[in-house]
T-cell receptor, first 118, second 113 residues
Framework: AQKVTQAQTEISVVEKEDVTLDCVYETRDTTYYLFWYKQPPSGELVFLIRRNSFDEQNEISGRYSWNFQKSTSSFNFTITASQVVDSAVYFCALSGLNYGGSQGNLIFGKGTKLSVKP | DVKVTQSSRYLVKRTGEKVFLECVQDMDHENMFWYRQDPGLGLRLIYFSYDVKMKEKGDIPEGYSVSREKKERFSLILESASTSQTSMYLC????????????FGSGTRLTVV
């Protein structure tokens, strides 16, 4: 069965600190996809990144970076020099290939609430 | 700008009422989903649909039904609302084929009194 664990329920940091959000996944599929979403206080989940299981290169987008390690089944998300606007709930998600029906549905972790204080 | 639109941002209903939550997407996506979000429980899948008139139960379908008569619209129905269904409801859609990310609506916060 597929599963995503975000062990950190809540994290609080002071602005300009770096913060890493952990994501550990379980799957028997050899081909799968990993995602991160951000949910600001307004409520709408915003897509941040998708990574497939064959691409273990780390990704950097501005202050955001993602570290994918198949050996530890982890897909961690780091925010460098955090800002108040980064305050949100962040979800990690996993999907297999979409063969139709539920096969490609996203399995979400329970989310990590990040509070960045000025 | 492509989007998923949920008809109401906030909704207050009485116990026993039949409640309709509407979701419309303009991206010609095959797949649509309804989730509820509660503190500490994350996102829980209620129902999903991968084609017009097709529907599948998610993890917590009890007390809910859905309708998908047109590709762009996916409705969630609470047959007889109860206070336990007070929650944030999120609709999402996604193209068929390789699993792209979902596009989410902004959510409907439903309070049943």
């Amino acid at each position: 069965a597929q599963k995503v664990t975000q062990a950190q329920t809540e994290i609080s940091v002071v602005e300009k600190e770096d913060v890493t959000l952990d994501c550990v996944y379980e799957t028997r599929d050899t081909t799968y996809y990993l995602f991160w979403y951000k949910q600001p206080p307004s409520g709408e989940l915003v897509f941040l990144i998708r990574r497939n299981s064959f691409d273990e290169q780390n990704e950097i987008s501005g202050r955001y970076s993602w570290n994918f390690q198949k050996s530890t089944s982890s897909f961690n998300f780091t925010i460098t020099a955090s800002q108040v606007v980064d305050s949100a709930v962040y979800f990690c998600a996993l999907s297999g290939l979409n063969y139709g029906g539920s096969q490609g549905n996203l399995i979400f972790g329970k989310g990590t609430k990040l509070s960045v204080k000025p | 700008d492509v989007k998923v639109t949920q008809s109401s941002r906030y909704l207050v209903k009485r116990t026993g009422e039949k409640v309709f939550l509407e979701c419309v997407q303009d991206m010609d996506h095959e797949n649509m989903f309804w989730y509820r979000q509660d503190p500490g429980l994350g996102l829980r899948l209620i129902y999903f649909s991968y084609d017009v008139k097709m529907k599948e139960k998610g993890d917590i379908p009890e007390g809910y039904s859905v309708s998908r008569e047109k590709k762009e619209r996916f409705s969630l129905i609470l047959e007889s609302a109860s206070t336990s269904q007070t929650s944030m409801y999120l609709c999402a859609s996604r193209p068929g084929g390789v699993p792209y990310g979902y596009t989410f609506g902004s959510g409907t916060r439903l309070t049943v009194v």
